[in-house]
Each structure stands twice: as structure tokens, then as C-alpha cells.
């Protein structure tokens, strides 16, 4: 079994508050789960209005398979049209 984890970090240019950011993030969050059949979650900034960090898990037995899905991830967010992908860390675990 081998685990992958996507962290990334992400500025929401247009959001005003809050709610404009909780907007974005369940949207972007909701997409990916239906395209990837990933676990996501935000994981930090929770009260910034513009930034957001989440992290994003997958399972399976090819290390190979899931770090390029979850490269195709990061390739979707910097097409996002409401964030702007700042920063990301990929790893593939190995818990064996």
C-alpha cells in the first residue's frame, strides 16, 4: 500500500471575506473529489480571507500512478480560474 499527500497553498484574489473564500474552497474541493477520488481537506489559514491550504490524500499500490494523479491535481489548480496555485509538496509514503 502506498499513500500519496498533496499540500498546496492557494490566494484567492477576489474574495472580500470569508464566505467569498468558503465559496471557492468547497467548490474546488467538491470538483477534484468527483475528478480525482481524492480525500481533501482544508488544513490551515482558516481565518485568512484571500489564502487557503489544503491537503489532498490518495491510496493504492502504484507509487508511480499516484504521483502523476496527483500531478494532474496540481496541473488542474493552475488552471483554477478562482485561485492561483502559490505552493505545493508532493510525497508518496511507503508505510511498509
Do not use: C
Not at 12 to 36: C, E, G, Y
Amino acid at each position: 500500500m502506498r499513500i500519496g499527500i498533496l499540500q498546496f497553498t492557494l490566494d484567492i484574489p477576489h474574495a472580500a471575506s470569508l464566505k467569498d473564500k468558503r465559496r471557492v474552497v468547497k467548490s474546488m474541493k467538491d470538483k477534484l473529489r468527483q475528478r480525482f477520488n481524492i480525500s481533501i481537506a482544508e488544513v490551515d489559514d482558516h481565518e485568512t480571507w484571500n489564502t487557503a491550504t489544503l491537503g489532498a490524500t490518495m491510496v493504492g499500490t502504484d507509487a508511480r500512478y499516484i504521483h502523476g494523479a496527483l500531478d494532474k491535481i496540481v496541473l488542474a489548480l493552475d488552471e483554477w480560474r478562482d485561485a492561483v496555485l502559490d505552493d505545493h509538496q508532493i510525497e508518496v509514503l511507503d508505510p511498509q
